[in-house]
Protein backbone atom coordinates (compact mmCIF):
# COMPACT_ATOMS: atom_id res chain seq x y z
CA UNK A 1 0.00 0.00 0.00
CA UNK A 2 1.41 3.47 -1.07
CA UNK A 3 0.53 6.48 1.02
CA UNK A 4 1.78 9.98 0.43
CA UNK A 5 1.47 12.43 2.84
CA UNK A 6 2.04 16.15 3.05
CA UNK A 7 3.30 18.86 5.10
CA UNK A 8 4.35 22.21 5.29
CA UNK A 9 1.30 24.37 4.43
CA UNK A 10 -0.09 27.28 6.36
CA UNK A 11 -0.49 30.81 5.78
CA UNK A 12 2.05 32.94 4.94
CA UNK A 13 1.87 36.86 4.02
CA UNK A 14 2.51 37.63 0.11
CA UNK A 15 6.15 37.83 -0.94
CA UNK A 16 6.96 34.93 1.99
CA UNK A 17 8.14 31.40 1.50
CA UNK A 18 6.78 28.08 2.59
CA UNK A 19 8.52 24.64 1.84
CA UNK A 20 5.67 21.86 1.26
CA UNK A 21 7.54 17.80 1.81
CA UNK A 22 5.47 14.93 0.85
CA UNK A 23 7.03 11.31 2.03
CA UNK A 24 6.12 8.59 0.78
CA UNK A 25 5.64 4.92 2.37
CA UNK A 26 5.83 2.00 1.03
CA UNK A 27 8.79 0.37 -1.12
CA UNK A 28 7.84 1.88 -4.19
CA UNK A 29 9.55 5.03 -4.03
CA UNK A 30 12.54 4.38 -5.96
CA UNK A 31 10.03 3.13 -8.62
CA UNK A 32 8.11 6.13 -9.16
CA UNK A 33 9.64 7.57 -12.46
CA UNK A 34 7.80 11.03 -12.22
CA UNK A 35 6.59 12.99 -8.68
CA UNK A 36 5.07 16.55 -8.42
CA UNK A 37 2.45 18.69 -6.94
CA UNK A 38 -0.73 19.72 -8.22
CA UNK A 39 -3.08 22.52 -6.32
CA UNK A 40 -6.86 23.29 -7.01
CA UNK A 41 -7.78 26.67 -5.82
CA UNK A 42 -11.57 27.53 -4.81
CA UNK A 43 -14.01 27.31 -8.19
CA UNK A 44 -11.23 27.17 -9.94
CA UNK A 45 -9.65 23.17 -12.18
CA UNK A 46 -7.25 21.45 -10.60
CA UNK A 47 -4.02 22.14 -12.36
CA UNK A 48 0.15 21.16 -11.92
CA UNK A 49 2.74 22.81 -10.87
CA UNK A 50 5.88 20.91 -10.64
CA UNK A 51 7.33 17.53 -11.85
CA UNK A 52 10.69 16.14 -11.52
CA UNK A 53 11.38 12.83 -13.78
CA UNK A 54 13.59 10.25 -14.12
CA UNK A 55 17.18 9.35 -12.41
CA UNK A 56 18.36 12.48 -13.40
CA UNK A 57 15.66 14.58 -12.09
CA UNK A 58 14.17 16.45 -15.24
CA UNK A 59 12.29 19.21 -13.49
CA UNK A 60 9.06 20.84 -15.05
CA UNK A 61 7.21 23.82 -13.62
CA UNK A 62 4.05 25.71 -14.86
CA UNK A 63 4.83 29.09 -16.36
CA UNK A 64 3.06 30.78 -13.03
CA UNK A 65 5.21 29.67 -10.49
CA UNK A 66 8.67 29.71 -13.15
CA UNK A 67 11.78 31.41 -11.08
CA UNK A 68 9.62 31.59 -7.52
CA UNK A 69 9.38 27.34 -6.93
CA UNK A 70 11.44 24.53 -6.82
CA UNK A 71 10.57 21.22 -6.92
CA UNK A 72 13.56 18.17 -5.64
CA UNK A 73 13.34 14.90 -4.45
CA UNK A 74 15.50 12.84 -2.22
CA UNK A 75 15.53 9.28 -2.61
CA UNK A 76 17.15 8.04 0.63
CA UNK A 77 14.21 10.16 2.74
CA UNK A 78 11.58 8.87 0.20
CA UNK A 79 10.71 12.63 0.15
CA UNK A 80 9.97 15.24 -2.30
CA UNK A 81 9.70 18.77 -2.00
CA UNK A 82 8.30 21.97 -3.21
CA UNK A 83 10.43 25.38 -1.87
CA UNK A 84 7.74 28.30 -2.51
CA UNK A 85 9.21 31.69 -2.67
CA UNK A 86 7.81 34.77 -3.38
CA UNK A 87 4.77 33.96 -2.52
CA UNK A 88 1.30 35.67 -4.36
CA UNK A 89 -2.34 35.55 -3.17
CA UNK A 90 -2.94 33.83 -6.58
CA UNK A 91 -1.27 30.44 -5.23
CA UNK A 92 -3.66 29.72 -2.86
CA UNK A 93 -4.63 26.29 -2.96
CA UNK A 94 -4.84 22.93 -1.28
CA UNK A 95 -1.36 21.58 -2.90
CA UNK A 96 -1.26 17.91 -3.71
CA UNK A 97 1.74 15.69 -4.02
CA UNK A 98 1.26 12.89 -6.58
CA UNK A 99 3.34 10.27 -7.87
CA UNK A 100 3.19 7.42 -11.07
CA UNK A 101 5.53 4.68 -12.41
CA UNK A 102 5.59 6.36 -15.55
CA UNK A 103 7.12 9.65 -17.32
CA UNK A 104 3.54 11.61 -16.95
CA UNK A 105 3.50 15.93 -16.62
CA UNK A 106 -0.35 15.84 -16.32
CA UNK A 107 -2.89 14.08 -16.19
CA UNK A 108 -4.07 10.83 -14.00
CA UNK A 109 -1.26 10.20 -11.51
CA UNK A 110 -1.35 6.54 -9.79
CA UNK A 111 -1.09 7.91 -6.34
CA UNK A 112 -2.43 11.38 -4.76
CA UNK A 113 -1.88 12.50 -0.99
CA UNK A 114 -5.16 14.23 0.85
CA UNK A 115 -3.35 17.59 0.15
CA UNK A 116 -1.97 20.12 2.26
CA UNK A 117 -3.64 23.84 2.83
CA UNK A 118 -1.59 26.91 1.55
CA UNK A 119 -3.29 30.40 1.93
CA UNK A 120 -1.50 33.24 1.22
CA UNK A 121 -2.39 36.96 2.66
CA UNK A 122 -1.97 39.73 0.64
Known amino acids: QVRLVESGGGLVQAGGSLRLACIAS?????????MGWFRQAPGKEREVVAV????????RYTDSVKGRFTISRDNFKNSVYLQMNSLKSEDTAVYYC??????????????WGQGTQVTVSS
Open 98 to 111: VADRSIRYQGNYEY
Open 26 to 34: GRMFSSFTS
Open 52 to 59: ITGSGGTT
